[in-house]
């Protein structure tokens, strides 16, 4: 294999990596409500942005407080986990205003997509008035790399380190997970609830609790993915986060709505696919995601790795 | 009390409403709505910029647009929706997306476009606002009427057996295809002109015309003001468009409350605004006005 092919698939497997943690934040939810949070993107802006101040970086001089930033100055990872956790605590949140009203009342689960929407609006309105709209960097240095070459050389391809750390947690997170949904009684017991709700309850599964544990960690995975994004690229602006949670969206189909192994095959796919395009055509990357899912969605509506949909009379 | 220019604004977000509402009635959760909307204005700027107008513009150009955006529209959409109708519930919402995107995409990146600042100068055929809220509110009006007419006829109420069973609908012999392809394409018509009515009033057009954010409002437009009516839609584009320039006092929190009433809206308000029990006390209310 040439450096320069070696060097695109590693850069296309570290952003598909960042796309599969968004697109299993949806399929958590996906399989066990049924329902598409869109919210997520918002939740990827807000893990970036914590992680940012988590780190001590000072709100830039258009943010409602110029200048001021946190007492503390976490080391990049712990404040990514914290960022995490904080973006998951706000997910539970969003379940509980957008998502459980309606579904005590069993409302059409339609008005959870635009309810969810609604969330995600406020999420990133409230960043943007907290912090301005305008980007920002971390700080040089900031995951403790400094010890680290900018860029390593792997098989004669040069890539830049970030990127392999990318590619590191998010494959680590995913892998954690998929674990977890497999071994763990937790896991086991969200597997059941996704396949059957009803039975699970019979079972002595207290599926409201597993519901807000699919929205707590789906909310974790877009905090993780918007505090590697930061770190990789920089935050562009609080609305940053809801073109990678529309991206998301395109992968989850690809691979197919409800499906772990598919959401993670899709989001590496996904990342190929646009590390493939040629830089001077790199204005139409944004549309490849979109026009791949409209593709899947009519020739194969079930998704790459999806079960096949039976319509019972 | 609004001046005229949000005037022209909410009637072009009514306009949206029903776009919105047009497949829904049919049982079809489409956001497609944006994507032609920006086909519309993208081609009312291009004709109205490339023939030499001298910044201003006859009324019968402007029709003669709005005539060509219809029939791109019609032709774009019946070419999407025959494969995307196949689809139900929320894959259907997906692939709408999707196309939302890929338009945006394409008008931010053709190179005849305008690229990300768009195109400028657009002429006008009115010189007041006043011309524009007579040409948006007499196409309410026509469409008022028109979704009047379409609620007793044959097809509205195919539309609406669809909305309740599609099975069932398929199985008393109605050509349930054809009708979800009808109401899909008469939604991309009206998106369609009501960007050529948007691109000459707004006097400059770019891709956020037609972008996601427009799918979210359109959309709540209708869950708002109510779906189950086609006045719903209706007072929902009106009052949401009117709700950010109302709340323009507050500031930066304008947008966060507008997300708050998206919110919390379908919460408190599960069948909108405009509900079939308020419809039916209205004509109760008119049946004795009748009668006395």
């Known amino acids: 294999m040439s450096a320069a092919l070696l060097q695109i698939l590693l850069n296309g497997a570290a952003s598909g990596g960042v796309y599969a943690l968004v697109a299993l934040g949806y399929t958590l939810i996906f399989s066990v409500l049924g329902v598409i949070n869109f919210a997520q993107g918002a939740l990827f802006s807000l893990g970036g942005y914590l992680t940012f101040l988590l780190m001590g970086g000072r709100i830039g001089v258009n943010g409602a407080l110029p200048g001021w930033h946190l007492p503390v100055a976490l080391p990049f990872w712990m404040a990514l986990l914290l960022a995490a956790i904080g973006a998951g605590v706000v997910a539970l949140l969003v379940e509980r205003v957008a998502f459980a009203p309606l579904r005590r009342r069993g409302a059409d689960p339609l008005l959870s997509l635009i309810t969810s929407l609604g969330a995600g609006v406020v999420l990133v309105n409230l960043l943007q008035i907290l912090m301005g709209a305008e980007g920002y960097a971390f700080p040089a240095g900031a995951a403790a790399l400094e010890g680290l070459p900018e860029a390593l050389l792997i098989g004669g391809a040069r890539i830049r380190t970030v990127q392999v750390v990318l590619l590191l947690i998010s494959a680590g997170a995913v892998a954690a997970l998929t674990v977890w949904l497999e071994r763990s009684r937790t896991g086991q017991a969200m597997r059941a609830v996704a396949e059957d709700p009803t039975a699970a309850r019979l079972m002595g599964i207290h599926s ?10 789906s909310g974790m995975l ?11 690229v920089s935050l562009a602006g609080p609305y940053f986060g809801i073109s990678f949670g529309l991206k998301g969206l395109a992968v989850l189909v690809l691979g197919g709505l409800g499906s772990v192994p598919g959401a993670i095959a899709g989001g590496l796919l996904m990342g190929l696919a646009e590390a493939l395009i040629p830089s001077a055509a790199s204005g139409w990357r944004d549309a490849l995601a979109f026009a791949v899912l409209f593709a899947v969605l009519v020739l194969r509506p079930s998704g790459l790795l999806g079960r096949r949909l039976q319509e019972k009379v | 009390m609004p001046d005229n220019g949000l005037l022209v604004q909410m009637i072009l977000g009514a306009l949206l409403g029903l776009s919105v509402y047009l497949p829904m009635a049919a049982g079809q959760l489409s956001l497609a709505t944006p994507a032609f909307y920006a086909v519309g204005g993208t081609l009312a700027a291009l004709m109205a910029t490339h ?3 001298q910044g201003t513009i006859s009324l019968g150009a402007v029709l003669w647009e709005m005539v060509v955006a219809g029939a791109l529209t019609a032709a774009l959409a019946t070419l999407v929706g025959l494969p995307v109708l196949r689809l139900r519930g929320i894959y259907l919402a997906i692939a709408t997306i ?3 995107e890929i338009v945006r995409v394409a008008i931010l990146n053709l190179p005849f476009t305008g690229g990300a600042t768009g195109i400028f100068g657009i002429p006008q055929p009115f010189h007041h ?9 007499g196409l309410l009006a026509l469409c008022g009427w028109a979704f009047q007419r379409l609620e ?3 097809l509205g109420r195919a539309m609406a057996a669809i909305r309740d069973d599609e099975l069932a609908t398929r199985c008393m012999g109605i050509n349930t295809t054809r009708v979800k392809l009808s109401a899909f394409v008469a939604s991309a018509v009206l998106a369609g002109v009501t960007g050529v009515i948007a691109a000459h009033y707004l006097n400059t057009w770019n891709a956020r015309q037609g972008s996601f954010d427009v799918a979210i409002t359109t959309l709540a437009f209708v869950i708002l ?7 719903g839609p209706v007072i929902g584009g009106l009052l949401l468009t009117a709700l950010p320039e109302l709340l323009r006092p507050v500031g930066d929190l304008r947008l966060v409350l507008f997300g708050l009433v998206i919110l919390l809206g379908p919460v408190f308000f599960p069948q909108g605004l405009i509900t079939p029990a308020l419809l039916e006390k209205l004509g109760r209310w008119k049946l004795r006005r009748l009668k006395p």
């Open chain 2, 129 to 137: 606002p006043l011309g524009y809220i007579t040409l948006s509110g």
């Open chain 2, 225 to 231: 003001g109510g779906s189950r009516s086609w006045l």
């Open chain 2, 98 to 100: 999707a196309l939302v």
């Open chain 2, 51 to 53: 023939a030499d107008h």
């Open chain 2, 152 to 154: 007793t006829s044959r």
């Open chain 1, 208 to 217: 409201g609790a597993i519901v807000r544990l699919a929205f707590l960690l």
């Open chain 1, 222 to 232: 877009a905090g993780l993915g918007g505090g590697l994004i930061g770190l990789s």
